[in-house]
């Protein structure tokens, strides 16, 4: 699994990074992070894009590759986040 999180002021590169998290399949599960289960070539294919989105602006990305196991240790507190196209809306 991959776990994608950042922390980036500027509303327009913000915006790419989560278009391209969700192009590479991940599905954001806060509103600064996406999760998903993306082949090793397909993470350092989205890592090389996040570089050139983040280039030159300020700001910080942070990717985590998370095991199976370790995910099914997982605990969700409190609402999921659920995605609809570009709405977010909590359930």
């Known amino acids: ?9 500027e509303n327009r590169t913000r915006s790419r990074i989560a278009t391209a998290c969700r192009r590479f399949g991940l599905s954001r599960i806060q509103k ?17 894009v996040l570089k050139r989105l983040l280039r030159g602006e300020q700001g910080n990305i942070q990717v985590f590759v998370i095991c199976r196991p370790d995910m099914a240790l997982r605990t969700v507190i409190g609402e999921v986040l659920e995605e609809d196209e570009d709405d977010i809306i909590f359930v």
Not at 1 to 9: A, E, G, K, P, R
Not at 32 to 48: M, P, Q, T, Y
């Open 32 to 48: 600064s992070a996406f999760l998903g289960d993306i082949s090793s070539a397909r993470r350092r294919e989205l890592v090389e």
């Open 1 to 9: 699994m991959t776990l994608v999180i950042y922390d980036i002021s």
